[in-house]
């Protein structure tokens, strides 16, 4: 399976230098995608319609709505949106590039927006305003609980319309940081001691009195005679030996989860009423009834 993987950088250099680290990496080239925000020497006009275009590019990744307002504030200021299609192989090792160059913060980066002022809502996006029911001449139809004015066009033969909507749950998914364990390996000294038995020579001067007389073995006692001994001593000699007495490791569990997603969908509902006081109300599966009216 694969999964497409997010970033956002300050400057363009350092998105483009981790495209060539990632391409580098074994990751398909085509798979990288950049797409960046700066802008210069743009009129009032011109700069609209660049925020509006960011935007739009914006709509062809799969990302939550609230995600892709953070990510056009972005490009907005300047900055310039990574995303890596990979397999799921190699999304450990995309996280890690993707942070060596210099990725920013979202979170971060969305509080510090706030604190100046920021509402979430990204420039040249499209703000949904509440606009009040309208009536149009030629059918006395009202448009009621829409959230944005509904001009009913006519056609040649005179037929006026007022469309249907109905918003539908899209529901992706991808993935995010959720906490990183490390393992790091050092050297600490500690002081360690030993008992060893050594082996001492030591040489002694005896002297004794005799008084005896020369025996034939004697003959040469008056020549030069040395006679020498030589002490000896054990020293403790050391030596270090390294042993590998454990191993720490890291694996991951791959575990699967089923989350429910609860939001709120919106629909248009279209009211009808005739000349007779009949009302019938219609909403994006058809009519949903009929009901006379009663005279006021």
Not at 37 to 53: I, K, M
């Amino acid at each position: 399976m694969t999964q497409t993987i997010t970033a956002m950088y300050d400057t363009y250099t350092d998105a483009t230098a981790a495209k060539a680290k990632l391409v580098a990496s074994g990751i398909p080239e085509v798979g990288v995608r950049i797409l960046s925000g700066s802008e210069a020497g743009t009129t009032t006009s011109a700069a609209t319609t660049h925020e509006s275009g960011m935007w739009g590019s914006l709509k062809e990744f799969f990302m939550p709505e609230e995600d892709r307002h953070l990510h056009a504030e972005g490009l907005n200021r300047g900055g310039t949106m990574l995303t890596a299609t990979v397999e799921d192989g190699y999304a450990e090792r995309t996280y890690d590039i993707l942070e060596e160059h210099g990725s920013i913060d979202m979170d971060e980066r969305e509080a510090a927006w706030r604190k100046e002022g920021w509402t979430g809502q990204a420039a040249g996006a499209p703000v949904a305003a509440v606009a009040p029911a309208s009536t149009t001449a030629a059918t006395g139809l009202r448009a009621a609980g829409s959230t944005e004015t509904v001009t009913a066009q006519g056609t040649a033969q005179g037929t006026d319309y007022i469309p249907v909507v109905e918003e539908r749950l899209n529901v992706g998914k991808r993935m995010v940081d959720s906490g990183r364990v490390r393992v790091r390996s050092y050297a600490v000294e500690k002081d360690v001691s030993e008992n060893v038995t050594l082996h001492d020579e030591t040489v002694h001067v005896d002297r004794r009195v005799v008084d005896r007389a020369v025996t034939p073995g004697d003959m040469a006692l008056f020549e030069d005679k040395v006679i020498e001994a030589t002490e000896m001593r054990e020293q403790a000699v050391v030596s270090k030996e390294a042993r590998v007495v454990g191993e720490v490791g890291i694996r991951k569990d791959a575990t699967q989860r089923v989350e429910t997603v609860t939001d709120k969908v919106r629909h248009t509902e279209v009211e009808v009423t005739d000349e007779r006081g009949n009302v019938e109300r219609t909403g994006t599966a058809g009519t949903t009834g009929t009901a006379p009216r009663k005279p006021i």
